[in-house]
Antibody, heavy 118, light 110 residues
Framework: QVQLVQSGAEVKKPGASVKVSCKASGYTFTTYVIHWVRQAPGQSLEWMGWINAGDGNPKYSQKFQGRVSITRDTSANTAYMELSSLTSEDTAVYYC???????????WGQGTLVTVSS | QSVLTQPPSVSAAPGQKVTVSCSGSSSNIGNNYVSWYQQLPGTAPKLLIYENNKRPSGIPDRFSGSKSGTSATLGITGLQTGDEADYYCGTWDSSLSAVVFGGGTKLTVL
């Protein structure tokens, strides 16, 4: 069965960076895109970007361009999302999710809570 | 402020039917597929409807989706207390070159 398993919760200080991982199993990793979506407390879902796991080509939301980096390691079937210059407004649950290229997201990871606090 | 507009909340009694609307524009809903997600408290979103009106395996036919022009609708019949959750619509926005979501609708089963 398809599974996306994310790394554990993180606590970071303002100005720091965070890197979250997402290990995929149960399907051919390189056929799909991995998205990163975040959800601040009590808020809606916010798309950050994706990576084509096949060719490694990322696409970022304009809001996060320059501050986010999404990469993947095909040998480990794992995608990564690194967000830099953290502020308290980046406190959120970060989800990875998969879809076919330009398709609907069908599976989600369990989420990783990132707390930014001094 | 979300690109797609949903009502903040809807409610209905057990066994009844409810609909959740999702309004957008020609750059998103009007020319792209819409999907719907259910998020139970404290859990990750779960796909309910894809490509406007298709149900993944395991999703009961109590859940349905439709699209007309720049709006989409999620329908839930035979409401159960276990349906209490937040529901989100999502689609691709060709102008923003981004995936966009609605603000979410909280369903209360009275």
């Amino acid at each position: 069965q398809v599974q996306l398993v994310q790394s554990g919760a993180e606590v970071k200080k303002p100005g720091a960076s965070v890197k979250v991982s997402c290990k995929a199993s149960g399907y051919t990793f390189t056929t799909y895109v991995i998205h990163w979506v975040r959800q601040a407390p009590g808020q809606s879902l916010e798309w950050m970007g994706w990576i084509n796991a096949g060719d490694g080509n990322p696409k970022y939301s304009q809001k996060f361009q320059g501050r986010v980096s999404i990469t993947r390691d095909t040998s480990a079937n794992t995608a990564y999302m690194e967000l830099s210059s953290l502020t308290s407004e980046d406190t959120a649950v970060y989800y990875c999710a998969r879809s076919l290229p330009y398709g609907d997201i069908d599976y989600w990871g369990q989420g990783t809570l990132v707390t930014v606090s001094s | 402020q979300s690109v797609l507009t949903q009502p903040p909340s809807v409610s209905a009694a057990p066994g009844q039917k409810v609909t959740v609307s999702c309004s957008g524009s020609s750059s998103n809903i009007g020319n792209n597929y819409v999907s719907w997600y259910q998020q139970l408290p404290g859990t990750a979103p779960k796909l309910l409807i894809y490509e406007n009106n298709k149900r993944p395996s395991g999703i009961p036919d109590r859940f349905s989706g439709s699209k007309s022009g720049t709006s989409a609708t999620l329908g839930i019949t035979g409401l159960q207390t276990g349906d209490e959750a937040d529901y989100y619509c999502g689609t691709w926005d060709s102008s923003l070159s981004a995936v966009v979501f609605g603000g979410g609708t909280k369903l209360t089963v009275l």
